[in-house]
Each structure stands twice: as structure tokens, then as C-alpha cells.
């Protein structure tokens, strides 16, 4: 094992005045992708988000476009393939929202944040121990979240984690947010199998018990 096969990212070293910052005009578009009958505006103090800050402030996780939001939301299920369990995306929509007053965010998608100790693993690395160290110096600094290129989703998109107090906010929302399948190039939807295709095997003991 060589070095290039261990993380090189590392933890902020010091105070990251002056990162770059890239600029969320109020009203700027973002997508989130979320469960249905559920709210969109969800800002997650679990440690389970890439960027998540501790309680009491959280991370809303969005995108600039629809299908990096929903690839985000589907990515552990994706993995490799193309498809996905029906059930996944019936159950979920993706929101168009609004930016509801301008903020300053951390841009790792410029060049510029090398010079900071920053690299692309922050986009990609696990766990997150590293990213949300990043995020809690990030949002000492002032800013007021992070763009960064999402995980799952190859090509020229962005993902946007808002920073925010956590847990719900009543800010607008989309009245009529699309469903998951819907969402222009969203992975291929696999039904349950039904009944009459399954193949029921009896166990070795149940057939031998009935020829005794």
C-alpha cells in the first residue's frame, strides 16, 4: 500500500479567512430532493450529512440542477448500476425552491481553494470526520455553506449545502414538487417482482419429511 491509496485530504489547518466564496443571489434556483409529504427546507445536525454542523445549526442539502439533487438523495442505492428499486423513487420528490435572501458560500469547485489546503477528496472522501471539520471552519469563517461538486453525479453540476439553524424552516416551498420518475434522465425504475414470477423452493427438511 503506498501513499496515493490513503486519504491526502486533511482537516482545516487554520483560520480559512478569505476562502472563496461563490454567490447566491436571493432568489437563485435550487433543487432538493426529499420524501414526499415531507417538507423541503431540512437542515441536518445528525452527523450524517457530508457538510452536517453540529447542533445547534445544521446543513440543508440542495443542487443547482433537479437530477444532481435526486442522484444525491439515490446515491448509496446506486452504486454501480442503473437502476434503482421502484419503491425509491415513488417515494420521493425533488423541489424546485428559491433562495430566500442572498448568501456567501464556500466555493471548493474553483482552483482557488487549493490554496487553502483544500482538494477535490473533500467532495467524495468517508467517512465524514474531514468535511464537516471543514464545514464547522468554513462556517466560522462566515460563510454561509459550501458549493461543491455532488458525489454521485459525474459532469459539470453542483450540489449547495446551506448552513442554517437546525431542523425545519417554513420558508416557500414548491406546490407542486415532481416525482421522483419523473425527473428528466432519473434512474430506471425496477418494480417488485410479482407472485406469479417467484419460484417458491421448499426447504431440504420439509421434502425429505415427506418422503419418510
Sequence with gaps: MTARDQPAQKAPA???AGFPA????EGTTLFRAH????G???????GEGRFDLPTPRGTCYTALDALSALRERLGPVLGTAAAVPE?????????????PEGRDVADLQTRRAASFGATRELETMVPYAVPQAWARALAGAGLEGVRYGPRFTPGECSAVALFGDSGARDWPGDPEPLPGDTVPGSPTAVPPPRRADLT???PPRTRAARGQ
Design 40 to 46: 423541503p427546507w431540512w437542515f441536518s445536525s445528525t
Design 22 to 25: 461563490y454567490r447566491l443571489e
Design 35 to 38: 420524501r414526499a409529504g415531507l
Design 14 to 16: 487554520g483560520d480559512l
Design 200 to 202: 417458491v423452493v421448499r
Design 87 to 99: 419503491s425509491l423513487l415513488t417515494g420521493t420528490v425533488v423541489s424546485r425552491l428559491r433562495v
